[in-house]
């Protein structure tokens, strides 16, 4: 019995020493220490980031040292980041080691990114079996980057692309300048104030010149501060007497700049230094230094005609020395862009309204393909286009749109209605402008209402044409269709709910309806084609689609019609209107438009060289009841021209705008 026990008892001892064994060998293979995967992650997202927190560093170093090590070594690439993927693999031949290889990608506003791969040593921590520890080398950051080197960037420009005429020859090109300043090296720094206040007095052009000396102040003792650039050869500055004044430099280059100051101006746009605005929209694409499109076409198209920059990375000593380049691409050149402006036209526009004080335009139209010839905004518009974002009640032009509603409804040049000198709605009246001739009164036809522009007579259907109908036949003529222009601009807008006094109002172009002299020029040109015209300033077939970084730099729209970088607002075509314009329609709006030249406010235009002149004068009132003032308009069409003139402030479109037209088509004849 006892020898029994014995066996037994040894039988379960055996058993339970096995069962130990299994659970200890699976409690190991359970607790198995991480591998350094996690470690090479925590890495990549440090070196990304700069934060060191969640790395795990080998005894000699530490944190603090470490994350300024990062900062001082990709300061110079400023604001760029890497983005940085980490593949970590373990050392087959000693678990407690590994691999950790860094896949960097910066993307440097360059044609392709900069990229490369480092390698960081790992080893799992003695004293924590599941923390692995960084061997930290400064070549972790960048290819063999070595203590206290750093990285910097080395732009070079591209040559920036011209902008074209509609024949396809450069309209803004690299034209000689000087940009002349106070350059602080040449003088002492006592001195440096009345130098700055005298150039300022000479240079004039609005520069204070007090506040011209405090910018001098304010520079570092090298600067050299920009007073103005002016084109070789403007007579308006003599710039070997401005060289030679104490502490003035003149320093010779070129700006992409138009054939003269105001050629276009409001719509080609300028270009100058990048401002911060413009810098900080387009992503690291343009830095401080850079040359940018500041409004117009320059700056909306900016990413398209700057290129792309050369890219030379270095990495350099301490004190800036013994450089050794990284990576290195050359510079693109930028792609011209084509508009469809006229040298000749828009030159003959400019001289047109070379002399007129107040708000002025002239805009010029090619019926048979929408291209704008020509769109001048006069000096008294200071600047601003009012050719294609100014917003004016229209008048009278825009009874080529109420006409057409009328034929609409049935009534043909032949069809009569009452002109009496005044009517009155809803308590308010309405009458004929003051020269308007008493023979023309009583009841005449559609054309001679048209011709003479009897305002009583049109306001007389206002129970026949709905609103409604004006603002779509109004659309059929291209006023209130989505702009395709190349630039924001505004064509015209006509309410479709007007009643009573505003509905009459509009009839005869003012209460709520609005349109710009490119809007005008728009109707007079889809009369002339036959079909419904929407104007356009650019080429589509030149624009290159904005992609990459930078493609968004060009900011909002403005009075300088600045706006959207990159074909934006020309990626879409042109709107269609609910009722497009019909060819017969548009020919019987021709005819009207004769009789406007022939026998009625326009026949200061029938001896115009040339086809025959069609037209539609138009006067609006505007301001405060007994302090009224009038824009004066008139549209024409000849040939495959059509063309409107604008003044803000004048007597009345025959008397104010009639000479300006006439003479532009005389000039436009040659």
Known sequence: MRARRTVTGRRWVAVAGVTAVAAASLAACGSQPPGPQAAGKALAAAVASGDFAAVHLAAGTDVATVTDERTTAYAGLDPWTPKVVAQTVADPKDKDKGTATLAFTWDVGAAQPWTYTTQASLARDPDDKKAWLVTWNPAILAPDLTDGEKLVDRRVRATRADILDGAGRPLVTPRPVHTIGIDKTRI???QQPAAAKALAKAVGAGLDPDAFAAQVAKAGPKAFVVAITV??????????????MPGVNAVASTLPLAPTHDFARAVLGSVGDATAEIVKASDGAIVAGDLAGTSGLERQYDAQLRGTPGLTIQAVGADGSGARDLFHIDPSAGTPLRTTLDVALQTDAERVLADVQPASAVVAVRPSTGDVLAVASGPGSRGQSTATLGQFAPGSTLKIASALAMLRDGATPATTMSCTPSVTVDGRVFRNTPDYPSSKLGTIPLSTAFAHSCNTAFIGERDTVSQADLAGAAASLGLSATPSFGLPAFLGTVPVDASGTDHAASLIGQGRVVASPLGMAAVAASVAAGKTVTPSVVDRASVVAATGAGAGAGGGASGDAAGPTAASTTSAPPATPAKPLTAEEAATLRTLM???????????????????????????QFGATGDTKNHAWLVAIQG?????????????GATTAGPLLERFLTLAHG
């Open 188 to 190: 002492a720094a006592d």
């Open 594 to 620: 004769r009789g406007v030249v022939t026998d009625g406010t326009a026949t200061l235009l029938a001896d115009v060289p040339g086809d025959p002149v069609l037209a539609k004068t138009g006067t609006a």
């Open 640 to 652: 495959d021209l059509a063309v409107c003139v604008y003044v803000d402030e004048g007597d009345f």
């Open 231 to 244: 084109r070789d050869n403007d007579p308006a500055y003599d710039v070997a007497k401005l060289a030679a």
